[in-house]
């Protein structure tokens, strides 16, 4: 199934950002479960909502039923984006972001 292309051109946001944790994540094409990088200060639903809108980034989700640890239901959810959206984000510059995504994690503060 092809991927839906935004109506603007996706942009990167700054490299040290809860939402350049998530969109690193996407990027590199892994699994998101429980975004450690935001400390419950905000929701990895409302990151992507603003990585969507904000940013134009055609992030697709799929919603499952699973158990939790003590037996009741619930329902997760999986963000993701489609191989020729991340092919095309690392070419248009996404691999760079990502590299100074890295350098600026590892510079004191």
Same mark, same amino acid.
Not at 55 to 72: K, L
């Given at each position: 199934?092809?991927?839906?292309?935004?109506?603007?051109?996706?942009?990167?946001?700054?490299?040290?950002? =809860? *939402? +350049?944790?998530?969109?690193? $994540?996407?990027?590199?094409?892994? /699994?998101?479960?429980? @975004?450690?990088?935001?400390? %419950?200060?905000?929701?990895?639903?409302?990151?992507?909502?603003?990585?969507?809108?904000?940013?134009?980034?055609?992030?697709?989700?799929?919603?499952?039923?699973?158990?939790?640890?003590? =037996? *009741? +239901?619930?329902?997760?959810? $999986?963000?993701?984006?489609?191989? /020729?959206?991340?092919? @095309?984000?690392?070419?248009? %510059?996404?691999?760079?972001?990502?590299?100074?995504?890295?350098?600026?994690?590892?510079?004191?503060?």
């Amino acid at each position: 199934m092809a991927s839906k292309v935004p109506n603007k051109t996706p942009k990167f946001p700054g490299p040290l950002s =809860g *939402r +350049a944790a998530v969109l690193a $994540v996407l990027l590199s094409n892994a /699994d998101q479960t429980g @975004a450690e990088p935001l400390q %419950g200060r905000v929701s990895l639903a409302a990151i992507v909502k603003i990585l969507k809108r904000k940013y134009h980034w055609p992030i697709e989700s799929s919603s499952f039923p699973a158990n939790t640890g003590d =037996g *009741r +239901a619930t329902w997760a959810t $999986v963000y993701s984006l489609a191989p /020729d959206v991340i092919a @095309a984000a690392l070419e248009a %510059g996404g691999a760079d972001w990502l590299e100074s995504r890295r350098l600026a994690k590892r510079a004191p503060r």
